[in-house]
């Protein structure tokens, strides 16, 4: 299993014994898959960044999640060019389910920026 990279390891999962709160998966909303959780804060995260360039955010937990149903595609992401990523098709229309493709990074990085942001 690849380090999940927004899933920190569990320090507390009783009560009692130290400062702060315990941890309790099963309230979360994913549940207690690390992946799952991953995968959210990855979305929450990604929500953010388009939000602070003002791009349009159309993308739901549960769509990204669908987008990325597959752990081994999950595990692939990365920045050497061998990875996926996911990238819009149109940059002016912004992040919607339409406008979405899982491509390799050197796909992505290889994509002709006519149609990006000035």
Partial sequence: MKDLKYVPEAKKLQPGGGQGRYQTPETWITGPCPYRRDKYYAWLKHRSQARYRKEAYDLTWEQFEMLWFNE???????????NIC??????????????????????????PKKNARS
């Fill in 86 to 111: 996911m990238s819009q098709i149109d940059y002016t229309v912004g992040w919607t389910l339409d406008n979405i493709e899982i491509i390799t990074r050197l796909q992505q990085l290889r994509k």
């Fill in 72 to 82: 081994e595609d999950w595990s692939n992401r990365g920045k050497q060019s061998t």
